[in-house]
């Protein structure tokens, strides 16, 4: 699905360079991740988590995630091991137990530049790249201690590298098919199922969409499949074979009676999502029009646009955008239909929304000819590092005035 190749760019071209950009995206993502302390519940509580596996020094400590001594399977273990690691190193402190998040983040970044700088040239790529890092989302996502920013760059890489094996029907690439199929064995390690249906929800219809069935059943390669198990299979086996309830608990309990019933905390209707998406990526979400005018003759054009990958430029343009349109309806979509909803969730569409985004941004009659998006990149920039500085200074939810006052609360001898 390559566009016609761009003209060569005026200017100095550093923002081509894989190594600076994404060298500079990790640089951005690290450099605020230890100035505010850990916020209480969520972060404070899968921090010592990780903890508490890093300090068991044995292999079922290890395997088995515990808090407060009992086993907790209320995520699986990806995300602790990434701290576990980075404590073995860092040692247990905030910048450590964040690293899981911030590479979630970075790979989502790297993912969505790589994609769009071989289906829509070097300039819409770093346009892309910027909206998707100065959007509070993804920057304040991407320094938060949980499991949601580590699924969601494991998704936007396993759906990229899955549609890059798709590129040249009726053929399927079959090292960027194992590649998908091995995220999504990761990503399933990050936060269960989701890692699995996600994917499949996105790439699935859109290939029906297009006619290219067989093609979606080329998908299932023994190979690729036999992947996907290797990864994603054996905690889970080990965790059923030692405590029996395992299956129950993770899987009907934490999964589909979650999804099913109106019982659980964080009910909001059918309207949150989109509300949140918007409104957590602002400034950029004021180009959200121009992108819908863009999007406007998806129907008319279907044809064109799914024609195939082989296809002009302007038809692999369409079919690029039909991805992404239809990765964020699908996401948000399954996720709108539960009653509980936390914002992290729709962390998985944050890549394709940014992509819709950037291709408007990027136009020049959407922004001046090209002279306005670079001084709003800058200024949400600035934005995103104040919003930090901010919960930083104030504290809010954390145990920061309890850290200071147990020194003084103990006698000395």
């Given at each position: 699905?390559?566009?016609?190749?761009?003209?060569?760019?005026?200017?100095?071209?550093?923002?081509?360079?894989?190594?600076?950009?994404l060298?500079?995206?990790?640089?951005?993502?690290?450099?605020?991740?230890?100035l505010?302390?850990?916020?209480?519940?969520?972060?404070?509580?899968y921090?010592?988590?990780?903890?508490?596996?890093?300090?068991?020094?044995?292999?079922?400590?290890?395997?088995?995630?515990?808090?407060?001594?009992?086993?907790?399977?209320?995520?699986?273990?990806?995300?602790?091991?990434?701290?576990?690691?980075?404590?073995?190193?860092?040692?247990?402190?905030?910048?450590?137990?964040?690293l899981?998040?911030?590479?979630?983040?970075?790979?989502?970044?790297?993912?969505?530049?790589?994609?769009m700088?071989?289906?829509?040239?070097?300039?819409?790529?770093?346009i892309?790249?910027?909206?998707?890092?100065?959007?509070?989302?993804?920057?304040?996502?991407?320094?938060?201690?949980?499991?949601?920013?580590?699924?969601?760059?494991?998704?936007?890489?396993a759906?990229l590298?899955?549609?890059?094996?798709?590129?040249?029907?009726?053929r399927?690439?079959?090292?960027?098919?194992?590649?998908?199929?091995?995220?999504?064995?990761?990503?399933?390690?990050?936060?269960?199922?989701?890692?699995?249906?996600l994917?499949?929800?996105?790439?699935?219809?859109?290939?029906?969409?297009?006619?290219?069935?067989?093609?979606?059943?080329?998908?299932?390669?023994?190979?690729?499949?036999l992947?996907?198990?290797?990864?994603?299979?054996?905690w889970?086996?080990?965790?059923?074979?030692?405590?029996?309830?395992f299956?129950?608990?993770?899987?009907?309990?934490?999964h589909?009676?979650?999804?099913?019933?109106?019982?659980?905390?964080?009910?909001?209707?059918?309207?949150?999502?989109?509300?949140?998406?918007?409104?957590?990526?602002?400034?950029?979400?004021?180009?959200l029009?121009?992108?819908?005018?863009?999007?406007?003759?998806?129907?008319?054009?279907?044809?064109?646009?799914?024609?195939?990958?082989?296809a002009?430029?302007?038809?692999?343009?369409?079919?690029?955008?039909?991805?992404?349109?239809?990765?964020?309806?699908?996401?948000?979509?399954?996720?709108?239909?539960?009653?509980?909803?936390?914002?992290?969730?729709?962390?998985?569409?944050?890549?394709?929304?940014?992509?819709?985004?950037?291709?408007?941004?990027?136009?020049?009659?959407?922004n001046?000819?090209?002279?306005?998006?670079?001084?709003?990149?800058?200024?949400?920039?600035?934005?995103?590092v104040?919003?930090?500085?901010?919960?930083?200074?104030?504290?809010?939810?954390?145990?920061?005035?309890?850290?200071?006052?147990?020194?003084?609360?103990?006698?000395?001898?």
């Amino acid at each position: 699905m390559r566009t016609d190749a761009p003209a060569p760019p005026r200017g100095p071209v550093w923002w081509q360079s894989a190594p600076v950009l994404l060298s500079l995206l990790a640089l951005w993502l690290l450099a605020t991740l230890g100035l505010r302390p850990l916020l209480l519940p969520d972060e404070g509580r899968y921090a010592e988590v990780a903890r508490a596996m890093w300090m068991g020094r044995s292999w079922d400590a290890w395997l088995v995630p515990t808090l407060n001594g009992l086993p907790f399977f209320h995520k699986p273990p990806l995300f602790y091991w990434l701290d576990m690691a980075a404590m073995q190193v860092l040692g247990a402190n905030v910048f450590a137990a964040r690293l899981g998040s911030a590479f979630g983040a970075w790979l989502m970044g790297a993912s969505l530049w790589l994609a769009m700088r071989r289906w829509h040239g070097p300039r819409a790529a770093a346009i892309a790249l910027g909206v998707l890092a100065t959007t509070p989302f993804f920057f304040i996502g991407g320094q938060y201690a949980n499991h949601d920013m580590l699924v969601g760059g494991l998704i936007t890489a396993a759906v990229l590298a899955l549609a890059h094996a798709l590129e040249a029907p009726p053929r399927v690439d079959l090292h960027w098919l194992v590649a998908g199929w091995v995220l999504c064995g990761f990503a399933m390690l990050a936060k269960g199922l989701i890692g699995f249906v996600l994917p499949a929800l996105v790439i699935a219809p859109w290939l029906l969409a297009q006619g290219r069935w067989r093609q979606m059943l080329r998908l299932l390669h023994p190979l690729a499949v036999l992947a996907f198990v290797v990864v994603a299979a054996p905690w889970f086996i080990a965790m059923q074979l030692r405590y029996p309830g395992f299956f129950d608990y993770f899987v009907m309990e934490q999964h589909f009676r979650r999804f099913a019933q109106s019982n659980f905390n964080n009910v909001h209707g059918l309207w949150f999502f989109l509300v949140v998406m918007p409104a957590l990526t602002m400034p950029w979400s004021a180009w959200l029009l121009a992108a819908a005018r863009r999007m406007a003759w998806l129907p008319a054009a279907a044809r064109r646009a799914w024609a195939g990958w082989r296809a002009d430029g302007d038809a692999s343009h369409n079919a690029a955008l039909g991805l992404y349109a239809w990765w964020v309806i699908a996401v948000v979509g399954f996720f709108s239909l539960p009653s509980s909803k936390l914002v992290g969730y729709v962390l998985p569409a944050l890549a394709p929304w940014c992509a819709l985004l950037a291709l408007a941004v990027g136009a020049p009659k959407a922004n001046g000819g090209g002279r306005i998006w670079p001084w709003v990149m800058g200024a949400s920039a600035v934005a995103c590092v104040a919003i930090v500085a901010v919960v930083a200074w104030k504290a809010p939810q954390s145990n920061r005035e309890l850290a200071h006052a147990l020194p003084a609360s103990i006698a000395p001898g």
